[in-house]
């Protein structure tokens, strides 16, 4: 079974910085993609960032410019470093891995999710 644990959340007042990490276990995270959403109180779960297996990276708007996300194969790990964080920005943080078809097991998987809060 696929297993996510997120970790890095925190306070954080404005203008700071976070590095979100996402662990996940089995063989598949070399061949897939990873990507990081987010939640608010009240509102529906958004897309961040994503980084294919090979790299390439993609952002929201809101995120572009701020957040950076990468990943360390060697470790199975994927981070989402934050940087200029906004109020707006306080969120329940979800990394997800996106398994090839042809991959064992398929699919997608979530973590638990982490609770980032930019607050002063």
């Known amino acids: 079974q696929v297993q996510l644990v997120e970790s890095g959340g925190g306070l954080v007042q404005p203008g700071g910085s976070l590095r979100l990490s996402c662990a996940v276990s089995?063989?598949?995270?070399?061949?897939?993609?990873m990507g990081w959403y987010r939640q608010a109180p009240g509102k529906q779960r958004e897309w961040v960032a994503s980084?294919?297996?090979?790299?390439?990276?993609s952002y929201a708007d809101s995120a572009k410019g701020r957040f950076t996300i990468s990943r360390d194969n060697a470790k199975n790990t994927v981070y989402l470093q934050m940087n200029s964080l906004k109020p707006e920005d306080t969120a329940v943080y979800y990394c997800?891995?996106?398994?090839?078809?042809?991959?064992?097991?398929?699919?997608?998987?979530w973590g638990q999710g982490t609770q980032v809060t930019v607050s002063s």
């Open positions: 089995g063989s598949i995270f070399s061949v897939s993609a």
């Open positions: 997800k891995v996106s398994s090839p078809n042809w991959a064992k097991p398929a699919g997608d998987y």
């Open positions: 980084i294919t297996r090979t790299g390439s990276t």
